[in-house]
């Protein structure tokens, strides 16, 4: 038996049989072919496309569900698309290059086409034809990957890292657990995890490389625990512990339909943040009073996007769901740095997490950015949407996207598209430069969100998901706390309040230093919902205060976290601390 020890990153316990799932970086080779072999490069190819196709039709067999259905039918038509098929051998013959060098040639090429074209349906395709045409080069190379979406038999899957794509894949009935080489607490691949309720520990070095397909594995989640091929004492010890802290979340659930508000009577507002429309039935049950961020990028995750249509019926959807309960907040897409969409993975900045993410890929993808504005302003009509910016870096950002939004609703108007003409606009502040600013902004919006996974990482300059320096990554940094005071107080001065929807709004850990800053409303993961209200409602504004007022003086995290950890442990016990 063996432990390893990693970052709890998705509450609960999972056994099941190890499923391994790798990723390898391909080097594609770059070979010329002698003329004499060219028609056997051709008939290699035409192979691969044959087997590829059959692959397909086989899943095609098997899958139940729709989306999925409808992605295997657009592969399987490009697969036989015959103009593919001709280009590829000539350029095999005419460069006298190898078949995967010619298929990686004609990819680029197509794709940059594609998504300069006017016609957004065009621009989609091209998303189609990388995944296909990479199916296609590893099938060539040998170095075909398993499906995760055709798992079907339980299992505990353990990888090196998931795309968001692939997390989205999986079957939660199926994936017991998960346990990964990479990531931290915050990555976006956490964050899913947490979303579809599949216990899962991260960071935890190289585990790829310690289990073999078939070990039986168990994943504690809520310590940051793996054990590989576990003795039966520590499986018993692991499943005790596990029925303890499911005793504690059923005692929680008796708050659901209880208000967010502290003894001495000062009342905050608890939402829900989600990935996905079909997370409103958890966060409904967990009694979240509304929706405090949406993270919409993930509705263009699958190949080809969303349309306008897809977008608005999601949107008005969840607004709907909601309406009895709260606000919905969308954030505007949030793609690049971890969260990778198909066909931008071959993008290749050299330094992505500072680079063309979220509202600078808005500003230069218009079409993309006013087809998404206009769904939601659609949606606006069917009851209380807010909308929200990721990764404002200043103001003359802010206008820039103010600006589109004007134009948008302008369109609207004059076209008789009805729309919420109150309809609220946040801000995240997510960048340092935008905390150091707050005062700027905050005349400028109606709310600010603050995105403490992304200002942890860019303050103390420390990657989010990379688990080497993960003992970096400290809520609890001076810096961090300071720049959190910052902002709450410019908010409070302009007159708005101040949101928070990173992870450290849904940590219990966290949840009275916030009180005591000015938090006015905390979004998180529907599950974290109940442990944090039970918190608020054990303690009074005037105690949060105080920690507060002991914690500013302090000079280090090391110490602002011992002393917080242990007043916490005295008031809330374990759950809380671990
Ligand atoms: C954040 O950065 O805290 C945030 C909520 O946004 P995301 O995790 O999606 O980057
Ligand atoms: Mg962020």
């Known amino acids: ?23 390898e970086k391909l080097v594609i080779p770059h070979v010329y072919i002698p003329a004499a072999k060219i028609n056997a490069e051709k008939e290699r190819f035409q192979h691969a496309l044959g087997m590829v196709g059959g692959e397909l039709g086989n899943m095609l067999d098997e899958s139940a569900a729709e989306d999925h259905r409808k992605i295997l039918e657009t592969h399987l038509l490009m697969l036989s698309d015959p103009e593919f098929n001709v280009m590829v051998k000539k350029r095999i013959e005419s460069d006298s290059i190898c078949a995967e060098w010619a298929v990686e040639s004609i990819l680029s090429s197509l794709i940059e086409t594609l998504e300069k074209a006017d016609d957004p349906v065009l621009r989609e395709r091209g998303a189609d034809l990388y995944d296909i045409g990479w199916r296609v080069i590893r099938q060539m190379m040998g170095k075909r990957r398993p499906d995760l979406a055709a798992i079907n038999e339980e299992v505990v899957l353990v990888a090196d890292t998931l795309l968001p794509s692939e997390a989205l894949s999986l079957d939660h009935m199926n994936v017991k657990a998960i346990a990964l080489d990479g990531g931290g607490r915050t990555s976006h691949v956490a ?8 216990p899962t520990v991260v960071g935890l070095g190289k585990i790829t490389g310690k289990v073999s397909p078939g070990d039986e594995i168990i994943v504690d989640g809520n310590l940051g625990e793996v054990a590989i091929r576990p003795s039966s004492a520590s499986a018993h010890k692991m499943r005790n512990r596990y029925d303890r802290w499911m005793e504690h979340e059923r005692e929680l659930q008796d708050l659901a339909a209880l208000e967010a508000v502290t003894k001495d009577g000062h009342r905050v507002e608890l939402k829900a943040n989600i990935e996905t429309v079909d997370e409103i039935d958890s966060v409904l049950k967990h009694g979240a009073g509304g929706v405090g961020l949406f993270r919409s990028e993930f509705l263009f995750l699958k190949p080809g996007g969303a349309t306008e249509e897809e977008q608005f019926t999601a949107y008005r959807d969840v607004i709907e769901r909601m309406h ?20 931008m993975e071959g993008l290749g900045e050299e330094n992505p997490i500072l680079g063309w993410r979220a509202v600078r890929f808005c500003l230069s993808r218009k079409d993309i950015f006013r087809t998404q504005l ?3 302003l659609r949606a ?3 009851g209380k949407l807010k909308i929200m910016f990721p990764m404002i870096s200043g103001p003359e950002e802010l206008d820039n996207v103010l600006l589109v939004l004007d134009q948008v609703k302008d369109e609207c108007r004059s076209t008789g598209i009805p729309f919420d003409e109150d309809v609220e606009v946040g801000t995240m502040i ?18 600010f969100s603050i995105g403490t996974n992304d200002l942890i990482q860019y303050t103390i300059a420390v990657d989010r998901g990379n688990d080497k320096i993960a003992y970096l990554y400290q809520p609890f940094h001076p810096g961090v706390l300071r720049l959190i005071r910052l902002i709450v107080e410019k908010g409070h001065q302009a007159g708005i309040p101040v949101a928070m929807c990173g992870e450290m709004a849904g940590d219990p850990l966290s949840t009275v230093l916030l009180l005591g800053l000015g938090i006015d409303e905390f979004s998180m993961s529907p599950q974290s919902l109940l442990e944090i209200k039970n918190i608020i409602r054990s303690i009074t504004l005037a105690e ?5 007022g002991k914690v500013m003086e302090m000079n280090s995290y090391i110490h602002i976290d011992t ?15 671990t």
Do not use: N
Not at 1 to 23: D, E, N, P, Q
Not at 191 to 198: G, S, V
């Open 380 to 382: 606006s009509a069917y």
């Open 191 to 198: 964050i899913l995890a947490r979303a579809l309720q599949i």
């Open 563 to 577: 002393y917080v950890r242990e007043w916490m442990h005295d008031r809330f016990g374990d759950f809380v601390t």
């Open 430 to 447: 997510e960048v340092p430069s935008a905390a150091l600013c707050a005062d700027l902004l905050a005349p400028k919006t109606d709310f």
């Open 374 to 376: 206009r769904a939601m």
């Open 1 to 23: 038996m063996r432990i390893l020890k990693g970052i709890a990153a998705s509450s609960g316990i999972g056994i099941g049989r190890a499923f391994l799932y790798v990723h």
């Open 324 to 343: 009895k309960s709260g606000s919905v907040t969308i954030r505007t897409i949030d793609v690049g740095g971890d969260k990778v969409i198909p066909g």
């Open 544 to 548: 949060a205060k105080e920690l507060v």
